[in-house]
């Protein structure tokens, strides 16, 4: 039943990044919120396996429309000067959310019975879902506002006939772009666009085998008693992401506004990502290396693990959006995402059949190799430029 989610999702935020392009993302974000709470108020009504099942999977399918309708709207009504900070802001929703998803179901099913523990958090979600179909807009156009950032407007030109160009007698129109156009031409056809997936599979690798193994890790080798003085010292882990996130946007602002136009606006994020990973990799030695007598030390590894790798989660995301126009976002934050859930699978499985066959070392090894990996990747893409770096160039 675990591994019915991250199928699910995966595909969902891949399918519904492309189809979602073609329509409202503050609708879709709204109508899947509402959805996905209707669907957990649905757990509390059956208590078979089968029952739970189908819901989990069509759970997993309506959440992964959030990823991809966020991120359009970001893009929209951020300027890029200050796109990594609220990015970044946005990207914490998981560390809150997962810090606060127990207290309040636990909270409901202790003191109202289990049924209330899916039917409170599926209410809230409703509620939630229609406020954003009501307060939210796709893009400061749509509320009156000026657009934060110039777009690039596509000249349609149309022949009249004999062969004379009406456009220049016509304002300019913006052509809608095709599946084909946001899909295939704008997110596949990018080398940089399949740099940046298979370092997003690299990340997600280790951050699938931080947090599933780590606890086991802690009770085999580092003297934790039992599951739970080992998850108290997992604890640090999505504390120290929710720091990181945050600063990794706001370091990656300051060094693109430092720069003064300077150089790629997205390569300025990779090399942030890339002091991040150098991180990540440093703090994996630490705390291999940290006695099982010393458990704050342990717990501070494990914290600084966090600090260093959800930042590169966060802004490999914004990057992916970044380096495509504004019709293709929602695409390239799926087609990123579902990359990114096949690393966590691979994380699964195959990990367990490392540490299983191989040990500890080894397993330390693929995360190190996994780092190693990602910054051959984004080692070629420290002078990226943004799509309207390249558009305005162009002018």
Request: glycine share 14%.
């Amino acid at each position: 039943m675990t591994s019915i989610f991250p199928i699910a999702y995966g595909m969902s935020k891949f399918v519904s990044g492309v189809l979602g392009s073609m329509m409202s993302a503050s609708r879709l974000l709204g109508l899947g919120l509402i959805c996905t709470g209707l669907i957990n108020v649905c757990f509390g009504f059956g208590s078979s396996l089968a029952w739970f099942c189908t819901l989990w999977a069509m759970n997993g399918i309506l959440q992964g429309v959030g990823g991809p309708c966020c991120a359009r709207i970001l893009t929209s009504w951020f300027a890029t000067e200050e796109r990594g900070t609220y990015w970044g802001m946005w990207n914490i929703a998981h560390n809150l959310g997962g810090f606060m998803a127990p207290l309040l179901a636990g909270s409901a099913a202790a003191s109202l019975g289990w049924k209330w523990g899916m039917w409170a958090p599926g209410m809230i979600g409703v509620v939630v879902g229609c406020i954003l179909l009501l307060g939210v807009k796709d893009k400061p156009e749509t509320a009156g506002f000026l657009p934060v950032e110039e777009e690039a407007v596509v000249m349609e030109v149309v022949d009249g006939g004999d062969g004379s160009d009406s456009s220049s007698s016509s304002p300019p129109k913006k052509e809608k772009e095709t599946i084909k156009q946001i899909l295939f031409d704008n997110v596949l056809k990018n080398p940089f666009i399949w740099g940046m997936a298979l370092t997003y599979f690299f990340v997600y690798v280790i951050r699938q085998g931080v947090t599933s193994w780590f606890v086991f890790y802690l009770l085999q080798e580092k003297g934790a008693s039992d599951a739970g003085i080992a998850a108290q010292r997992v604890s640090g882990l999505e504390l120290g992401g929710l720091v990181g996130s945050l600063l990794a946007g706001r370091l990656s602002d300051m060094y693109i506004a430092k720069s003064g136009g300077k150089g790629g606006i997205v390569g300025k994020r990779v090399q942030v990502v890339i002091s991040y990973t150098v991180g990540v990799a440093l703090m994996l030695l630490a705390f291999r290396a940290v006695p099982a007598s010393w458990p704050v030390a342990q717990w501070i590894c494990i914290f600084m693990i966090g600090f260093f790798l959800y930042g590169p989660q966060m802004l490999i995301g914004l990057c992916g959006a970044e380096l495509v126009g504004p019709a293709s976002v929602g695409a390239s934050e799926g087609f990123l995402g579902w990359v990114a859930y096949l690393g966590a699978a691979n994380a699964g499985v195959p990990l367990s059949i490392i540490v299983r066959d191989y040990g500890w070392n080894a397993y330390f090894t693929t995360l190190l190799f996994a780092c190693a990996g990602a910054l051959l990747l984004l080692a070629p893409m420290t002078n990226l430029k943004s799509f309207s770096q390249r558009t305005n160039k162009g002018k």
